[in-house]
């Protein structure tokens, strides 16, 4: 069905929602949708860094052996 919406129904709808909504409505609703996607990516990216962090600290945490200068002192 939307196989067959073509440049001129695209046209028609946006035109009647514009209409419907007003220019002001439509404004804000976009700049909140931004602010959406914003928040999206920081948290995705803060949520990448956290487990990069414990990956770091699982390895640090896994690795006991002692180093081949430490073995010379003992």
């Keep these: 069905m ?7 129904g695209l ?3 946006a035109v009647v929602v514009l209409v419907l909504f007003g ?9 909140e949708v931004g602010k ?10 803060d949520g990448s860094k956290e487990v990069d962090d ?4 699982a390895q ?3 690795d006991v052996t ?3 200068q430490e073995k010379d002192k003992v």
Aim: hydrophobic share 35%; glycine share 12%.
């Design 23 to 31: 220019r002001g409505k439509i404004s804000s609703l976009m700049g």
């Design 60 to 62: 640090s945490a896994r």
């Design 54 to 57: 414990e990956n770091e600290q």
């Design 11 to 13: 046209l028609l709808i």
């Design 2 to 8: 939307l196989n067959n919406i073509g440049l001129p």
């Design 36 to 45: 959406g996607i914003t928040a999206f990516k920081k948290g995705v990216s």
């Design 66 to 68: 002692p180093k081949e």
